[in-house]
Structures are given as C-alpha cells and as structure tokens.
C-alpha cells in the first residue's frame, strides 16, 4: 500500500509555505517519497496561488497565527460591554507528524487484518470437537445395546413367572417361553458385541487421548462458563459475536482501504507536482491530503479498536470452549472404559447362558430312582399290612420281620440315592433353572438337607413296635435308618395356621430335640417326627 521510511526526517515537512522558490533541500528531504528529483533546469514560477490543497515545501514551518479554533473563546468587559475574542487555534500536527501517525496506524492495521485472527483457534478448538463427536458410541451401538436391554427384560420376567408359580400346573409353558427368552438375549448379546468390535473402542479411545492433549490446559473454566454448560452454547456464543461484529468491521475495512487509496493518489499527484510544477499545479487544487490522512489515521484505529473489541470478546468463550470440550473427553473416556466392561460383562453372560441352553439339568436318574422308590415302597406296604392281618407263630414272626426289614432298607438306600441326586441339581435350582425348586421344593429350602419331604415314618419303624413316653407328653418310637439302629422318632403335634408346616416342626424340634438329623413331616395328620439317635432319658 503506502511504504514509509522512517529515516526520511518528516518533522522538516510542512504544506502551505508561502515560499515558492526552490529549495536545494527539496530533492533530498523527498526523494523517499517522490520519484527522482525534477532536473535543474526546471524553471519554476516566482509566485504561483496558494490552492486549498497546500503544496510540500522544506525546511519551513506551518504559520498557525491565522488558523483560529471556534470551539474557544475569550470574553472581555469594555465600557459595560461584552467583547468576546476567539482564543488562539491549538497547533496542528505537522505533515511529518500525521505520517508518523499514518505509518504506526497502518503497522498495526496490517496485524489486526491479516485473514481472521479472531477466530483462529475457534476454528481449531472446533475442528478438535468436530472429532471428539466422531468418536462417540455409534446410533448402531446404541440401537445394540437398547435391543439387548429389553431382551434381558423379558428374559427377567419369563423367570420371575416361574418363580411365582405354587405348583406344577403351567410350568411347562413357562418354561419353553423362559427358554425362548434365552435364545433372544444371546443373539441381542450377539449383535451387540459384533457392533462394539466394528467400532474398535481401543484405537478410539487412543485417539479421544491425543484429542485432549491437544486442548489447553484449563484447572478451572473463565468466568463465562457459569452461563455455558455445552461446547455448542459456547461456540455459539463465538459465532453470535462474530456474526455482530462482521458488518461493523467491514465497514471500517472499507473506509480504511479507500483512504489509503486515496492518500496513495495524493501523494502520487504531489510527487508529480514536484517533478513538473508548472504544468501539474492545476491537478494538484483542491486536494485536502492532510484531512485525508487524519480522517483515515481515525478510520485505522476504529477499526484495530472494533477487532481487539470483538477479540477480547470471544476469548473468554474460547477458554470455555477448551474447558468444555476437554470434559467431554473426559467423560468420553469414561463412557469407553465403560462399555469395555460392559462388553467383558456381556461376554461372560453370553457364556453363562449358553451353557443354561446346553446343560439343562438331566432328571432321568431321579426319575428313575424316583420310579423305583415308588414301586418299592408299595411292596413294602404291602408287606407290612400282610404282617399285620395275619397271625403267625414266633419263628414266621421272625422271617416276616427279617423281610421286612430287608424291604425297609432297600427304600432307605433309595431315599438316599434320591438326595444324591437332587443335590447334583440344588446349584442349578436355586441359579438357573428355577423350575426345579417347583417339582422338588426341598432344594430351595434352608433345611432341605434336614426336612425330608418324601418319608414317611412307617418306612422305618416294624409293625407293632410300641411307642412309650419322652418328657411325659412326647410319644416315641424306635426304628433304624438304613444301619443307624437304634434311633428314636419323637412325635410333635403341628397346627393348622398361617405358618408353613415346615417352619412349625424345625421350630419345635430342633432347639428341644439335641442330635436330630433327620425331620419327617407328616402334613395329613399335622404331625412331625424328630429323628436322633441319643434320646435323654
């Protein structure tokens, strides 16, 4: 634009000397403005009118006496009447002075105007959010997780259903719809983790890092971010005071371009006036070049004072803006390391269910032995009522009771081949597969390995054996529990509540009964027998 050397002594320049002659400082004082110096022989006028454009002389001064401010005045009192007389004009900047000012406004014009500085590290705060949001979790992710979500819910309640139920009735159907329910949590397991995998949390998270080393380093957000909680409120809030700012500033950029324009022009014609005076002093009239360098001096600085204005402006926003958007890498971070647990604990469920679907518990060797115990323990009752009917001498008393006896154990051994294989299902009852806890209550049970549902106390104890008192009110009976002889049945009365037999007889018989291990309720006749081998009498 316009080039100032600052080795030019511009404090010698001044415009309307009433000395036209030549100078032989003239040449030298502006040979860093001008083109090379007129030639000698140039004949220049002894006098030539002053233009209201005042021309470029050296070595002399501007004469302010005639120059008068209107702005001041001074009153004065003469024979009771008011003169007043203008005060003397302040001084005016030399030529030299305004091109100082000139040359410094439009050093700093060139800084405050180079591209859009204002908005430089916004652009790069935002190019780093744009990439932040790239790698969060993905719509697929989400809809993944969402299907899996709702499959363990009805999963949730096809086991509470059968949990809920008091007998067998229905349970089949509840069942098959709890393993339809498994079925559809593996494939939403499935499909869930095949999306996790395409998203690579690994390198994303890698990448979430350098992200947020490349932000600065904020303890504490500016004093704006009590009114911004979002990157986006923030970047708006930079846009708006872009938007705001972009007419005024273009505005001002135009005025300062035109009068650097025209100052460029002036000077040009100046310069042309000084080569050939006599010719060019009429293109030179008329021509103001000092208002035109003070009013684009003001221009300059309006427009540097609007770009600092709207830099100091949107500074605050872009400290936020780093705040803002390093916590969202924060909290990605977070959510990333959360759904790498997720997705470990997902894996493992997947396992755990499939291995529910492929070892359902095996129920045909307690259906067998369940099967066997029936058909023996009708022989045995069998047996028994045929001693009881018949009257028989001592030494066939004694064969019956041999065979009885025989009888009697082999349902003992039953009864325990029975326990041993319910207890193979008891961890399975009480995680996996509720069902069994309907078809066999005794594994859910807290006594179960003491209460013993299926016995029935005449297994144990040979027709006519006699009971006799414990305690004075308690009956007892002697029996044998498979090669445990003698052991004692102590009879307890129950009571038809609200309370479960169950609870009743443990209740009654364990803290009064010392070394019982066995219970046998019998909840036809409301009774309950406390099994032990050490009865005190």
Request: charged share 30%; aromatic share 6%; glycine share 4%.
């Amino acid at each position: 634009i316009l080039k100032f050397d600052p080795e030019v002594n511009l404090d010698t320049l001044s415009i309307g000397s009433n000395d036209t002659s030549p100078s032989q400082n003239a040449p030298s004082s502006l040979s860093q403005l001008t083109s090379p110096s007129p030639p000698p022989s140039l004949n220049i006028p002894a006098s030539i009118p002053s233009p209201s454009v005042k021309h470029v002389s050296v070595a002399t001064e501007v004469d302010f006496t005639d120059f008068k401010d209107p702005s001041e005045t001074v009153t004065t009192e003469t024979d009771n009447e008011e003169t007043v007389v203008e005060a003397p004009p302040l001084p005016q900047p030399t030529f030299g002075e305004l091109l100082k000012d000139l040359y410094k406004e439009l050093d700093a014009y060139s800084q405050y105007s180079k591209g859009d500085g204002d908005c430089t590290e916004y652009l790069e705060v935002k190019d780093i959010y744009t990439r932040v949001l790239q790698c969060e979790i993905t719509r697929s992710v989400l809809d993944k997780q969402q299907q899996f979500k709702n499959a363990k819910m009805n999963l949730e309640v096809a086991t509470s259903t059968i949990k809920g139920l008091s007998s067998c009735k229905g349970l089949d159907d509840a069942v098959e719809k709890r393993d339809e329910a498994i079925e559809k949590v593996v494939t939403a397991i499935n499909e869930y983790l095949h999306e996790l995998d395409n998203f690579n949390l690994g390198d994303v998270r890698k990448c979430v890092s350098e992200l947020q080393d490349g932000l600065r380093t904020t303890s504490s957000p500016s004093t704006s971010a009590t009114t911004f909680t979002t990157p986006e409120e923030a970047m708006k809030a930079i846009i708006d005071s872009q938007q705001q700012s972009r007419d005024g500033k273009h505005s001002k950029n135009t005025q300062c371009i035109a009068g650097i324009e025209t100052i460029s022009r002036q000077l040009a014609g100046i310069a042309d006036c000084i080569r050939n005076f006599a010719e060019e002093r009429e293109r030179c009239e008329g021509e103001d070049v000092e208002g035109t360098i003070a009013k684009t001096v003001e221009h300059l600085r309006e427009y540097c004072s609007h770009v600092a204005c709207t830099r100091d402006t949107i500074q605050p926003h872009i400290v936020t803006l780093h705040y803002l958007v390093k916590e969202k890498c924060r909290k990605l971070l977070t959510d990333l390391e959360t759904y790498q647990n997720e997705k470990t604990a997902k894996e493992d469920l997947r396992r755990n269910l499939t291995m529910v679907m492929d070892q359902k518990p095996d129920l045909t060797v307690v259906r067998e032995i369940q099967a066997d115990l029936k058909k023996k323990k009708r022989e045995l009752r069998v047996a028994i009522a045929t001693a009881e009917l018949e009257d028989m001498s001592d030494s066939e008393d004694d064969t019956v009771a041999r065979d009885l006896h025989d009888l009697m154990k082999n349902v003992h051994k039953l009864y325990q081949d029975e326990e041993d294989a319910l207890e193979k299902l008891r961890e399975s009852a009480q995680s996996t597969h509720p069902e069994l806890l309907i078809q066999y209550p005794q594994l859910g049970h807290r006594h179960s390995n003491l209460v013993k549902n299926t016995w029935d106390i005449n297994d144990f104890v040979l027709p006519h054996t006699k009971a006799f008192i414990w305690q004075g009110t308690k009956n007892v009976r002697e029996g044998f529990v498979g090669d445990r002889k003698p052991v004692y049945f102590v009879e307890h009365l129950l009571s038809d509540g609200q309370e479960c037999l169950v609870d009743q007889a443990i209740k009654s018989i364990v803290d009064d009964l010392p070394g019982c291990f066995a219970i046998i309720v019998d909840k036809k006749n409301l009774k309950a027998y406390g099994i032990t081998e050490d009865l005190m009498m």
